[in-house]
């Protein structure tokens, strides 16, 4: 048989980032978003301390950064390129501006929203001095903290940072301190609560194909009005949509029916059929949420009502586990909105049963 696949929200990052072999660390934008975009930052109280025996410290009112993604991936330590990095209205020294030689960035987790920065290879020359220039150039430098939030913070407390010029009046190390706030996105986080998980089959082999199921005991029901449908069978039917590093998985559900049923009749096959996501719990099983399946079910005891999933959580998907049985999607929805103009219909019901995996032999999130 041919396989399906759905890669769960994984790794990717921006800018900066730091992922492990069985989680992922991301910069988030919102929380809980992989963010893939420009980053952007603006400080007004950047300084330069130790810049030489004359200048103690150089004040700029301005400084600004923008950096995009470079490498980043399960089990890599992702790192961005800085395309730009400024210092205007400055005292007591002038440095390059824009800088000509701006580095790169990577991001350590620390604790959720949080992680250490380190730069490397950004190139800092300071001109106007009373013994003329002196450089000084990041090298895994630990330059401070990237603080998460709804308006994020590059914290700068640098550790020293290396003089490289052939200047012998200019002194050995000099530091950087002050703070950056990201104007774009609007927020960010270093989020590293995301899991890595695969769908497979057979066991460890991505599944990339069509995935069918099939139930003998569908029920809808409702605490008042419609009372409690009854479907002897129905199907399902899915493919692959999007999957991979930083990107939610999910499935365009491309049929979906109900058959023999009592209490009422829902419309089928359905004509909106919506999508469907994995999110993994524990190997081989995570659960499963749907949106815009819009299921209208006829001659109830109040007549046609319109309940439609949005972000809905329907159960469970069981994988195939260790004696080999039939991968199952166990339903126990949550109560799935009424979204008709019968103000006879209840304002919810739920969707229970169990759909048996027809399509492939096997299948597992693993």
């Known amino acids: 048989m041919k396989s399906f696949r759905l890669s769960v929200l994984l790794a990717g990052l921006v800018m900066l980032a730091c992922v492990g072999n069985a989680s992922a660390t991301d910069l988030t934008s919102p929380l809980g978003t992989v963010y893939t975009g420009t980053i952007k930052g603006e400080s007004t109280n950047i300084q330069l301390h130790n810049v030489n025996s004359f200048i103690n410290v150089i004040k700029c009112n301005k400084s600004t950064f923008e950096g995009n993604v470079g490498a980043h991936g399960l089990g890599v330590t992702a790192q961005g390129t800085l395309t730009s990095l400024t210092f205007t209205g400055c005292t007591g020294g002038q440095p390059t501006s824009p800088v000509v030689k701006s580095g790169t960035l990577e991001v350590h987790p620390t604790a959720s929203p949080n992680g250490t920065v380190t730069s490397n290879g950004a190139s800092v020359t300071i001109h106007g001095t009373p013994i003329g220039s002196c450089t000084f150039v990041t090298s ?60 497979t089959s057979p066991q460890g082999t991505p599944y990339t194909s069509t995935i069918k199921a099939e139930s003998t005991n569908t029920v809808l029901t409702s605490s008042s009005s419609i009372g409690t449908v009854k479907c002897g069978k129905s199907t399902v039917e899915g493919t692959l949509e999007s999957h991979g590093f930083g ?13 023999s049923c009592t209490g009422g009749e829902p419309t089928s096959p359905v004509s909106k059929k919506g999508t469907i996501e994995i999110h993994a719990t524990s190997s081989p099983s995570g659960t499963a949420t749907s949106s815009g399946a819009e299921v209208i079910v006829h001659k109830t005891l109040v007549g046609t009502c319109v309940f439609k999933t949005n972000n809905t959580d329907i159960g469970t998907l069981v994988g195939t586990d260790g004696s080999g049985s039939t991968a199952k999607l166990e339903i126990g929805a949550k109560q799935i909105p009424q979204m008709g103009e019968n103000p006879f219909c209840p304002e919810s019901a739920t969707w229970s049963g169990s759909y048996t995996i027809t399509t492939p032999d096997v299948l597992y999130v693993d």
Request: net charge negative.
């Open 247 to 259: 990107i939610t998985a999910k499935g365009s559900i491309t049929g979906l029916t109900f058959s």
């Open 140 to 199: 895994a430098t630990d330059i401070g903290t990237l603080v998460g939030g709804s308006t994020a913070q590059l914290n700068i407390g640098s550790r020293p940072i290396p003089q490289k010029s052939e200047n012998p009046c200019c002194p050995a190390t000099a530091t950087l301190t002050g703070s950056y706030t990201i104007t774009s996105p609007d927020s960010l986080y270093v989020d590293d609560k995301i899991v890595s998980a695969t769908v």
